[in-house]
């Protein structure tokens, strides 16, 4: 805490903490504890995203309501290179504009709709 003066609601903050940790520090004798710093794992947000200078893993940043994906719309299998390559296009200025409405969740899910039409698209 920073100020001037400490105020009485201050000291009883500060002397709550410390039976707090007296308590803590305690119990940890009684039942021999050693704290140890949290041990997190090497994997990152940022290696679940299909970003160009990360991993490519297939882990989502985001959480998925529903499991639609694009390579099971019905549609899709019908569609020609041309409509495939419209509709990649047409999602890429979707995400530029959710992009610039801070919608990150929804230019995430294009970008993976994208990715599942590049790869039907090598398929053909």
């Known amino acids: 805490m920073y100020?001037?003066?400490?105020?009485?609601?201050?000291?009883?903050?500060?002397?709550?903490?410390?039976?707090?940790?007296?308590?803590q520090i305690s119990y940890n004798q009684i039942h021999k504890i050693t704290p140890t710093q949290i041990q997190k794992s090497d994997y990152?947000?940022?290696?679940?995203?299909?970003?160009?200078?990360?991993?490519?893993?297939?882990?989502?940043a985001y959480i998925?309501?529903?499991?639609?994906?694009?390579?099971?719309?019905?549609?899709?299998?019908?569609?020609?290179?041309?409509?495939?390559?419209?509709?990649i296009l047409k999602n890429r200025k979707a995400i530029e504009k959710s992009v610039k409405n801070l919608d990150f969740i929804e230019a995430a899910r294009l970008r993976d709709e994208i990715t599942e039409l590049q790869k039907i698209l090598k398929e053909k």
């Open 3 to 23: 100020a001037d003066k400490t105020t009485f609601s201050m000291q009883q903050t500060i002397d709550e903490s410390i039976r707090r940790r007296e308590k």
């Open 44 to 60: 990152s947000l940022l290696d679940q995203t299909n970003t160009p200078h990360t991993k490519s893993v297939e882990a989502k």
């Open 64 to 87: 998925e309501t529903d499991k639609n994906h694009i390579a099971a719309d019905p549609i899709v299998k019908y569609m020609s290179k041309d409509q495939i390559k419209k509709v």
